[in-house]
């Protein structure tokens, strides 16, 4: 007998593959996913999800999101190739993001979407960062309000695009709204895992929620040893992540999620071996399993 869920999928860049294990696993023992939500990596994936694609369908497209098919250089940096650390300073990013997009574009349309419009409404929510006025948004819930947007008008693929905008790799977003243009960038820096957008102001949910997040649970994050500048930039952008999420993960919240804690794999590690990725795919489908075993919904 099927069962019907919600799903949230967490940021984490190439460690993201880990989730096709965990859905191959979902999709055996006959759960639906009736909503999604997700932040960077899982924006893309829930975007995917959303337009019906499987785990099987999955392994194709993140195969497809290799360093060289996402990377677009701007032209002078193709001739000048340290050029690009000095426009960094004014670009806010090293490559555009343009390909990211045009590869969800493709993969979207090819289930006939577009736009907000070709989804049920609600099936579909993506966590962004507004850095101009400083606050989360989330797409297509806050497009009208905040930018004065159509949500039927907005790109699925746009929305995923701006979600996985890691700031400085890639460059950010800008969306004209009502009080003029917005730099819009990575969904993680303010919540990389956003469970919480399926409940409602009492906490109450509509169906069962799995959850899953490419580390482990808050309780158990390791200690970060800091012992330079560089160490201590990246324990603050991490800790900013990790902080707002963590806070509103309970124990008993924590019993719908799958936890996938991944070592040793960076986000941005596009040169995987498929040793390697394997290795991610299997340990999702492990986490899964596990976690079955003890769910109750």
Not at 77 to 86: A, G, L, T
Not at 177 to 182: L, P
Not at 189 to 194: A, G, M, Q, R, T
Not at 202 to 220: A, E, F, N
Request: aromatic share 10%.
């Amino acid at each position: 007998m099927c069962v019907n869920i919600d799903g949230v999928f967490s940021g984490g860049g190439v460690k993201s593959l880990a989730f096709i294990g965990a859905l191959e696993v979902l999709e055996k023992n006959d759960y639906s996913f009736q909503r999604v939500a997700g932040t960077s990596a899982g924006a893309i994936v829930a975007c995917l999800k959303a337009a019906g694609y499987t785990s099987e369908d999955l392994r194709v497209i993140l195969e497809e999101l290799t360093l060289e098919n996402l990377i677009d250089q701007p032209f002078v940096d193709q001739i000048f190739p340290f050029s690009k650390w000095i426009y960094l300073y004014f670009r806010m990013g090293l490559y555009r993001g343009n390909r990211l997009e045009d590869v969800l574009e493709k993969w979207l349309q090819k289930k006939g979407i577009k736009t907000f419009a070709h989804l049920p409404e609600g099936e579909l929510k993506i966590v962004c960062s507004d850095l101009t006025l400083g606050r989360m948004v989330v797409i297509p819930d806050d497009l009208k309000e905040v930018y004065g947007i159509d949500p039927n008008t907005f790109s699925v693929a746009k929305a995923a695009r701006i979600s996985a905008t890691l700031p400085y790799f890639f460059m950010p977003v800008k969306l004209h709204g009502k009080k003029g243009k917005s730099i819009l960038v990575d969904g993680g820096v303010l919540s990389n895992f956003p469970i919480w957008l399926f409940e409602n102001e009492h906490g109450r949910r509509k169906r069962p929620i799995i959850g899953m997040q490419l580390s482990d649970p808050p309780d158990h994050l390791p200690e970060k040893r800091i012992k330079n500048a560089i160490e201590m930039f990246q324990a603050l952008f991490n800790t900013m992540k990790q902080a707002h999420d963590a806070r509103y993960i309970s124990a008993s919240k924590s019993r719908d999620i799958i936890f996938i804690p991944v070592k040793g794999v960076e986000t941005t590690d596009f040169h995987l071996s498929t040793k390697h990725k394997e290795m991610l795919i299997d340990l999702g489908r492990e986490q899964a399993e596990k976690f079955l075993k003890r769910w109750s919904k």
